[in-house]
C-alpha cells in the first residue's frame, strides 16, 4: 500500500528526537570542570597549611581558601541536579516520540500484502494501483507443490484405512495405461455423506461414503481437477 505519508511523519518524528537529543546535557563534563577547580583549591589549602605552620600564613587565608572550597561543592551538587532535571524534561518528551515511532513502524510493515504460504497464483481480484477496501480478497494462491486428492470410500473400506497410511495414486497415462504415483492419507471425515453426482466409480454407487484426502507430491504434471484413482492395498515402499 502507499506508505509515503506514514513515512514522511516517521522522519518528522526522527528529527524531532534528534533535535531534543542536542539538548541534553552531559552532566559529567560540566561537574568533572568543577571537580577540577576544587582540586586546584585542595592543592592551595596544603601549601596554605604548611606555611601557617610556619607562621607565613594567616587564619584568614585558611577560612577563605575553605570557603571557597565548600562554595565549589555547592555548585557540583546545583549543577549536577539541575542538569539532571532538564535532561529528565527533555527524555520525557523524546519517549513519547519514540513510541509513535514504533506505532508508524507497525504500520509501515503492515502495508505489505504478503501471501501466507509460497505458492501459485491462481487467480487476481484486484489490479495495481487500484482501492480496495478492507478485508476485500485480492488474490487466490495455491501450493502446488504437494497435491490433495479427494476420494470416497464406502463404510467397509474404511475400517482398513488410516491417517497416514501410504497408497498409490493412479492418474491417466493414456486411454489404457495409468502413471503410479505414491500418496498419504492426509485427512478423513469423521461423518458421512451421500456419494457425489459427478464422482464416477467402476464399482455400483453406494448411499451413504466417507471423504478422505491423499496427499501426493506434484512433479509439475498434476493440475486442479485432474481425476484420479487410489489403490489402498498397495505395499509400501
Given at each position: 500500500?502507499?506508505?509515503?505519508?506514514?513515512?514522511?511523519?516517521?522522519?518528522?518524528?526522527?528529527?524531532?528526537?534528534?533535535?531534543l537529543k542536542s539538548k541534553i546535557q552531559d552532566v559529567k563534563v560540566q561537574v568533572n570542570v568543577l571537580q577540577e577547580q576544587k582540586e586546584?583549591?585542595?592543592?592551595?589549602?596544603?601549601?596554605?597549611?604548611?606555611?601557617?605552620?610556619?607562621?607565613?600564613?594567616?587564619?584568614?587565608?585558611?577560612?577563605?581558601?575553605?570557603?571557597?572550597?565548600?562554595?565549589?561543592?555547592?555548585?557540583?551538587?546545583?549543577?549536577?541536579?539541575?542538569?539532571?532535571?532538564?535532561?529528565?524534561?527533555?527524555?520525557?518528551?523524546?519517549?513519547?516520540?519514540?513510541?509513535?515511532?514504533?506505532?508508524?513502524?507497525?504500520?509501515?510493515?503492515?502495508?505489505?500484502?504478503?501471501?501466507?504460504?509460497?505458492g501459485v497464483v491462481l487467480s487476481k481480484y484486484a489490479e495495481r494501483g487500484e482501492f480496495v477496501s478492507t478485508g476485500k480478497p485480492l488474490?487466490?494462491?495455491?501450493?502446488?507443490?504437494?497435491?490433495?486428492?479427494?476420494?470416497?470410500?464406502?463404510?467397509?473400506?474404511?475400517?482398513?484405512?488410516?491417517?497416514?497410511?501410504?497408497?498409490?495414486?493412479?492418474?491417466?497415462?493414456?486411454?489404457?495405461?495409468?502413471?503410479?504415483?505414491?500418496?498419504?492419507?492426509?485427512?478423513?471425515?469423521?461423518?458421512?455423506?451421500?456419494?457425489?453426482?459427478?464422482?464416477?466409480?467402476?464399482?455400483?454407487?453406494?448411499?451413504l461414503v466417507y471423504a478422505l484426502k491423499v496427499a501426493t507430491l506434484n512433479d509439475g504434471t498434476l493440475k486442479i481437477g485432474m481425476p484420479?484413482?487410489?489403490?489402498?492395498?498397495?505395499?509400501?515402499?
Open positions: 500500500m502507499d506508505t509515503t505519508q506514514l513515512y514522511l511523519q516517521k522522519q518528522q518524528f526522527i528529527y524531532n528526537i534528534a533535535a586546584n583549591l585542595v592543592r592551595e589549602k596544603r601549601r596554605l597549611e604548611n606555611l601557617f605552620s610556619d607562621h607565613a600564613a594567616t587564619q584568614k587565608q585558611l577560612d577563605d581558601i575553605n570557603g571557597e572550597i565548600q562554595v565549589v561543592d555547592s555548585r557540583m551538587l546545583a549543577t549536577h541536579s539541575q542538569m539532571s532535571t532538564s535532561n529528565q524534561g527533555t527524555l520525557s518528551e523524546i519517549a513519547p516520540m519514540e513510541m509513535q515511532v514504533a506505532q508508524i513502524n507497525d504500520q509501515l510493515k503492515k502495508s505489505y500484502v504478503t501471501s501466507p504460504i509460497d488474490f487466490k494462491v495455491a501450493d502446488l507443490k504437494t497435491m490433495e486428492l479427494r476420494v470416497y470410500v464406502s463404510g467397509d473400506q474404511l475400517a482398513d484405512l488410516q491417517l497416514g497410511q501410504i497408497v498409490e495414486v493412479l492418474i491417466d497415462k493414456d486411454k489404457k495405461t495409468n502413471r503410479v504415483l505414491q500418496g498419504k492419507i492426509s485427512w478423513v471425515s469423521s461423518q458421512a455423506e451421500f456419494t457425489p453426482k459427478i464422482i464416477q466409480t467402476k464399482e455400483e454407487r453406494v448411499n484420479g484413482e487410489v489403490n489402498f492395498k498397495a505395499d509400501a515402499k
